[in-house]
């Protein structure tokens, strides 16, 4: 009989110790674990170096202009026994056109020496080749037809062009990249709107491209060029500048606030 009455009183003993336990904890018996809460989109914070909320799209921009100035290139070889002798057939070949577009009207200024190379033939021992190249700057662009076909008649091995230049290449490109901005930030407002938030301003702005690129013309040959039986001068070459798209892309990164 005692050993069972004591059950009861340890019991006792041990619920007395629990409560004691529960007593002593910060709060008291009253209480509770904490529930966690719903989780809440995060918003832009005031304090220096937090991160600005931001909109990244991209844009581009074109504008269309018209070439302002053409360039030609002109080409003369020569044959020879030895480098020197084929120079020098070249030479006086690319003396006679040189002297052909000056009396044209070519200023001196606008004809640039661009390649010179002699070498020997690997197929036929003791023959030598020579080249030299010329590229002329045409400031009225209805001209270059008739300077290509002059040079061709001056005894050009080769002419090719024109190639066609804007007058102010960086203000033009300037004007794409102005509009590729726009665009850029029509995208940002459209999404921005749908967000309920408004786009505060620009954080940065990146070119995605090298640059207007210039086309070039094709090749004329001296077979296409020569001149007509009995001496005629050959026909200027039709040359339509027509107009060029100056391209810009831009990413660009918004700022915006509630």
């Given at each position: ?7 009861p ?7 007395a110790?629990i409560?004691?336990?529960l007593?002593l904890?910060?709060?008291?018996p009253?209480s509770?674990?904490?529930?966690p ?9 005031n304090?220096?170096g937090?991160l600005?909320?931001f ?6 921009g074109t504008?269309?202009?018209k070439?302002?100035t053409a ?10 026994h030895?480098s020197?002798a084929?120079?020098a057939?070249?030479?006086k ?11 044209l009207?070519?200023a001196k ?8 190379s ?12 020579a ?11 209805a ?16 002419v ?8 102010d290449?960086?203000?033009a ?15 940002a407002e459209?999404?921005a709107s ?7 301003g620009?954080v ?9 690129v210039?086309?070039?013309?094709v ?24 107009t060029?798209d100056?391209?810009a ?8 606030a509630?």
């Amino acid at each position: 009989m005692r050993a069972s009455s004591r059950i009861p009183f340890a019991v006792l003993g041990g619920a007395a110790l629990i409560a004691a336990v529960l007593a002593l904890r910060p709060g008291g018996p009253a209480s509770t674990v904490a529930t966690p809460e719903l989780a809440h989109a995060a918003t832009a914070s005031n304090a220096p170096g937090a991160l600005v909320p931001f909109l990244r799209f991209s844009g581009t921009g074109t504008i269309t202009v018209k070439p302002a100035t053409a360039v030609i290139m002109v080409g003369a070889n020569g044959d020879g026994h030895s480098s020197a002798a084929a120079l020098a057939k070249a030479i006086k070949r690319l003396s006679a056109v040189q002297d052909r577009l000056l009396g044209l009207g070519v200023a001196k200024d606008d004809i640039t020496t661009t390649g010179n190379s002699t070498y020997e033939d690997w197929q036929v021992k003791g023959s030598w080749h020579a080249e030299l190249s010329i590229t002329v700057k045409v400031r009225k662009i209805a001209d270059a037809g008739s300077l290509l076909s002059a040079a061709s008649d001056a005894g050009a091995s080769n002419v090719s062009g024109p190639s066609y230049s804007v007058a102010d290449t960086h203000a033009a490109y300037a004007e794409a990249l102005r509009k590729a901005i726009e665009d850029a930030r029509s995208k940002a407002e459209a999404a921005a709107s749908q967000m309920g938030v408004t786009v505060t301003g620009v954080v940065s702005v990146d070119d995605q491209n090298q640059g207007p690129v210039m086309p070039y013309g094709v090749m004329y040959d001296k077979a296409m060029s020569a001149p007509a039986t009995g001496g005629a001068p050959t026909p200027p070459v039709p040359v339509n500048p027509g107009t060029q798209d100056i391209a810009a892309s831009v990413l660009v990164v918004f700022s915006y606030a509630k």
